[in-house]
């Protein structure tokens, strides 16, 4: 089990790899295309955010915000705006919606944020002060456990979460 969430932490899982090479493509279809933009911000007022390899945690703040932003950008892929839209015929905006509706792709989301939550946890709680080296002990079993609990991960792909 230690083995397979260092590997998850890594990213050198394939399925982790490949869903966070979507989700980046995601961020990026919506975040560069104007008119995409405009469509999702009127289904949601939170913002997607971008990818950053100098941010702290970047991709747990990625993909977290993306589970956050799902219904919103799944109306916006559905929607009679994105029907109407010029570009909406395009393979690479075909691809984006079917990536938006695709449930395994949003299960692979909520695996990859199970294992890495409590690590992001424990990376955080150093980053504060007071923490000691007790405490930290303390939130690496705590982050181990709760890794272990929730959910089942494999090398090969994700199974379905616990929680």
Request: net charge positive; with cysteine; hydrophobic share 45%.
């Amino acid at each position: 089990m230690m083995y397979v969430w260092m590997f998850l932490f890594a990213g050198k899982l394939s399925w982790v790899k490949a869903c966070t090479q979507k989700a980046s493509s995601m961020v990026t279809f919506f975040t560069q295309k104007g008119k995409v933009l405009s469509m999702f911000r009127e289904h949601s007022k939170l913002k997607i955010k971008k990818p950053a390899t100098t941010r702290f945690a970047y991709m747990w703040i990625v993909l977290s915000r993306l589970l956050e932003v799902r219904i919103p950008l799944r109306q916006t892929v559905v929607s009679l705006l994105w029907n109407d839209w010029d570009e909406s015929s395009l393979e690479e905006s075909k691809s984006m919606q079917r990536l938006c509706l695709d449930e395994e792709f949003w299960e692979n989301v909520k695996a990859v944020l199970n294992i890495l939550t409590p690590i992001y946890r424990v990376l955080r709680m150093t980053d504060c002060e007071g923490a000691t080296l007790g405490l930290l002990i303390h939130m690496m079993r705590r982050a181990i456990d709760d890794i272990r609990a929730a959910t089942l991960v494999t090398t090969g792909k994700p199974m379905r979460c616990l929680r």
